[in-house]
């Protein structure tokens, strides 16, 4: 299937991983090596799954690549390649079965310089029925699973997110919602288990975690934009998100350990803030002329009392929120930003960096907007509708952790003036023409 552990990845693999959409090496000539692999038992003595590990010796990143052996033509999806009998593993029904029976049942799975413990969590889970991957996700592979109970009848569909990209240490997205549901909160989908990985050195980190999927949802960007296109009122779904993000930080507060900012910690968050002002100055035309001032606020929040530090979801906008008919508000993917070492994600930060987060995606949900229906009258509206959907957010969040923001005010501007000088950066590398949403929000911060 492929080389031994150590060697390197044939030339059909590895032109197969460097064209999908979780592959993050683009350009140049990576050089893959596989360095283990654990087997997954599929039931079906004609199908093998094995889980390769690949790391990438170019930029050092290690790849989860599950390949389903089976005969040419058997089944209707495509091969990796023309002539190959290895496929996708996620898309094929063999191997989605056993990755559940191992998350949710427990047990382990053997194989080359590698394993994998499945870690069942929360209530038991039907067994497998029908399974379907997720279009559009780029870091991650999730698998949809309609389950059914010993009689046949339908049980609680699952979500299983099969992480592609592995660090050592545990994924946050794991820990802190399987502690959120564990507290008893519905604000986050149920848990039904976790998959953990050991490989290399004695290296340890998850694989994948199964949670309950929520169908017949919308995501709360979908909700506000269509909001603010129709210049409907959204400062009472406004209001509830602040009051779900409050409920969620105090949860994290009492599941998790908090410590107290001190100099260290303050020096070490304020540092960080700089250096995204830097990496700014560097791609923003006119940004170095407002550094003085964008530091001044930075040192502003710094001169002020900070609350205790606590795990926190860390790159929380309107995209990571989900609108249930029942439940309300329901918070999704707590790995932190994508970009950020998992040992850097999974310390204790301040809550407000979630808030600011939800503040800066009102003006964007606001600028997109903007950019598909011009002129003055719209723009007008659109900066109202935000300005009022802050307000209400914040409003609702303070009456829910009880609670004033007034005492962090400077640290809650300085938090929201840093993640605009991040959108800032990637726009001007990504997408000019949305430049101006973040570059607003500087203006207005530091002025």
């Known amino acids: 299937m492929a080389a031994s552990e150590g060697g390197a990845v044939d030339a059909a693999l590895a032109d197969w991983m460097t064209r999908q959409r979780w592959f993050s090496g683009k350009g140049g000539r990576p050089q893959l090596r596989e360095v283990g692999s654990w087997t997954a038992r599929t039931g079906d003595s004609q199908v093998t799954a094995e889980v390769l590990l690949v790391e990438d010796g170019t930029a050092g990143t290690l790849y989860q690549v599950p390949l389903v052996r089976r005969a040419q033509g058997d089944g209707a999806r495509s091969p990796i390649a023309d002539g190959d009998d290895r496929y996708d593993g996620p898309h094929e029904p063999e191997f989605a079965q056993a990755l559940l029976e191992l998350l949710t049942r427990g047990g382990e799975a053997e194989g080359s310089a590698a394993r994998a413990v499945g870690e069942p969590a929360g209530p038991s889970a039907?067994?497998?029925?029908?399974?379907?991957?997720?279009?559009?996700?780029?870091?991650?592979?999730?698998?949809?699973?309609?389950?059914?109970d010993d009689s046949g009848a339908d049980s609680t569909p699952l979500i299983v997110k099969l992480f592609r990209t592995l660090s050592p240490g545990d994924n946050p997205d794991v820990v802190l919602q399987t502690a959120i549901a564990?507290?008893?909160?519905?604000?986050?989908?149920?848990?039904?288990?976790?998959l953990r990985g050991t490989w290399g050195d004695g290296a340890t980190g998850h694989l994948a975690f199964a949670q309950e999927f929520l169908p017949?949802?919308?995501?709360?960007?979908?909700?506000?934009?269509?909001?603010?296109?129709?210049?409907?009122?959204?400062?009472?779904a406004a209001r509830r998100l602040g009051e779900a993000?409050?409920?969620?930080?105090?949860?994290?507060?009492e599941a998790l350990p908090t410590v107290e900012a001190d100099e260290e910690r303050k020096a070490a968050l304020l540092a960080s803030m700089r250096s995204r002002l830097a990496a700014a100055v560097e791609v923003v035309d006119g940004l170095e002329d407002r550094a003085a001032d964008i530091?001044?606020?930075?040192?502003?929040?710094?001169?002020?009392?900070?609350?205790?530090?606590?795990?926190?979801?860390?790159?929380?906008?309107?995209?990571?929120?989900?609108?249930?008919?029942?439940?309300?508000?329901?918070?999704?993917?707590?790995?932190?930003?994508?970009?950020?070492?998992?040992?850097e994600r999974s310390q204790p930060d301040l809550a407000l960096r979630d808030v600011?987060?939800?503040?800066?995606?009102?003006?964007?949900?606001?600028?997109?907007?903007?950019?598909?229906?011009?002129?003055?009258?719209?723009?007008?509206?659109?900066?109202?509708?935000?300005?009022?959907?802050?307000?209400?957010?914040?409003?609702?969040?303070?009456?829910?952790?009880?609670e004033p923001l007034a005492p962090?005010?400077?640290?809650?501007?300085?938090?929201?003036?840093?993640?605009?000088l991040y959108e800032a950066v990637y726009e001007a590398r990504n997408r000019p023409d949305w430049l101006p949403i973040p570059a607003a929000a500087i203006a207005r911060l530091a002025g």
């Open 126 to 148: 039907g067994r497998y029925r029908s399974s379907r991957v997720l279009s559009g996700e780029q870091s991650n592979t999730s698998i949809i699973i309609e389950t059914q």
């Open 182 to 194: 564990g507290a008893g909160s519905d604000r986050v989908p149920r848990s039904y288990g976790a």
């Open 216 to 236: 017949g949802t919308q995501d709360a960007w979908r909700v506000a934009t269509t909001a603010v296109d129709a210049d409907q009122d959204f400062t009472d």
């Open 245 to 253: 993000t409050a409920e969620v930080h105090r949860v994290l507060s």
């Open 295 to 343: 530091d001044a606020v930075f040192e502003a929040a710094a001169a002020e009392p900070w609350p205790r530090l606590q795990r926190v979801h860390g790159d929380y906008h309107l995209g990571q929120v989900l609108h249930h008919p029942d439940r309300g508000w329901v918070l999704l993917d707590f790995e932190g930003e994508p970009l950020r070492p998992m040992e």
């Open 356 to 402: 600011a987060g939800m503040l800066r995606s009102f003006d964007y949900a606001a600028g997109a907007s903007r950019e598909s229906h011009p002129g003055e009258e719209h723009a007008r509206l659109t900066e109202r509708w935000a300005g009022d959907a802050r307000t209400a957010f914040l409003q609702g969040y303070e009456e829910a952790l009880g």
């Open 408 to 420: 962090h005010s400077r640290l809650l501007a300085a938090l929201e003036l840093d993640k605009a």
